[in-house]
């Protein structure tokens, strides 16, 4: 009983000295929030439109856009004890505050429609967001050109041909390209490999969608009807590239239409474009060929 007693004691005197020196720190503690530029406290008062702030937040928040949110939050706030967690952009780009993950609960009285204020943390995730951005770029974008990797441009042309789009996939190939890195070297290679995807971005700009399908090898998806003037001037520009070590270079291009049926899928459309930017090579390469209803029926034209 003594011993059951004593234990007992030392249990509650250890829970009041925890309570006390809990509430007795408490202001030191919001307080040193400070310390931490990249976290700060919040809450909203509806009724008398006031917003109270950790003292780390000067000049690190868009006040208008972050008030406004909080206004607009009014009809979905958290229930009683619960907390909504979520992802923010406040602010303009490149500053402190821009991504933000937000946790909120909400003060109820009286059974209101509304409550009656918000209580929140923001955290600044902007350089997480960034890193996400980058791998994902990484994982979509072919990382020497800067163009849509293989299998992120036949997604995209995919989702394009389910939608019943019309257009043209060209299939364009830098003609003698094996001879080049032969003679001059992978950088050189490299180098006209950039030229090259560089100029497609000019020449077919969004909504165009431009791919990197093999070392040599681009591919063009265009919704837009002038595209054999585009591919002629890419035929041109190519031409007047003289890279670092002498040698001319030049391009073969395939073109072939898509009339938005269903059967044509990516793969359809992808090997009669091939098809066709073999006769191109074919009857002398610096050309553009247009697969029609088989290869016999290609229009060639320089």
């Known amino acids: 009983m003594i011993g059951n007693s004593g234990k007992e004691l030392e249990r509650e005197n250890a829970l ?3 309570q006390s020196f809990q509430y007795s720190q408490t202001d030191q503690l919001c307080r040193n929030i400070s310390l931490f530029s990249d976290t700060l406290l919040f809450e909203y008062f509806y009724k008398e439109d006031k917003l109270y702030l950790s003292s780390n937040a000067k000049e ?3 006040l208008t856009a972050f008030t406004l949110f909080l206004e607009k939050h009014k009809d979905h706030a ?3 004890g619960e907390i909504q967690s979520f992802e923010i952009c406040l602010g303009e780009i490149g500053q402190p505050y821009y991504w933000c993950s937000c946790k909120l609960c909400a003060k109820w009285e009286n059974q209101m429609d509304h409550p009656v204020s918000l209580v929140g943390k923001l955290q600044d995730i902007t350089g997480l967001k960034t890193r996400e951005e980058q791998l994902l770029l990484q994982s979509i974008k072919d990382g020497l050109t800067g163009v849509y990797n293989k299998t992120a441009f036949e997604y995209r042309v995919e989702e394009r041909l389910k939608g019943g789009k019309k257009g043209w996939l060209l299939m364009i190939d830098i003609d003698n390209f094996k001879e080049i890195n032969d003679s001059f070297g992978h950088p050189a290679g490299d180098r006209i490999l950039e030229q ?3 100029m497609l971005c000019h020449i077919f700009p969004e909504p165009d969608l431009i791919g990197r399908v093999g070392g040599d090898e681009f591919v063009v998806f265009t919704s837009t009807a002038d595209v054999y003037d585009r591919a002629k001037y890419l035929l041109e520009q190519v031409e007047q590239m003289v890279p670092e070590e002498d040698g001319r270079i030049s391009v073969s ?3 072939v239409t898509c009339s938005g049926k269903r059967r044509e899928d990516y793969q359809y459309l992808f090997s009669r ?3 066709a930017m073999y006769r191109a090579k074919d009857a002398g390469k610096s050309r553009i060929a247009f697969f ?3 290869v016999r029926d290609m229009g060639l034209k320089e």
Do not use: C, W
Request: net charge positive; charged share 35%.
């Open 253 to 255: 291009i395939g073109i």
């Open 196 to 198: 090259v995807g560089r």
């Open 78 to 80: 958290p229930k009683e």
């Open 273 to 275: 474009a091939d098809r």
């Open 292 to 294: 029609h209803n088989n």
């Open 16 to 18: 009041r000295v925890f």
């Open 60 to 62: 690190q928040l868009d």
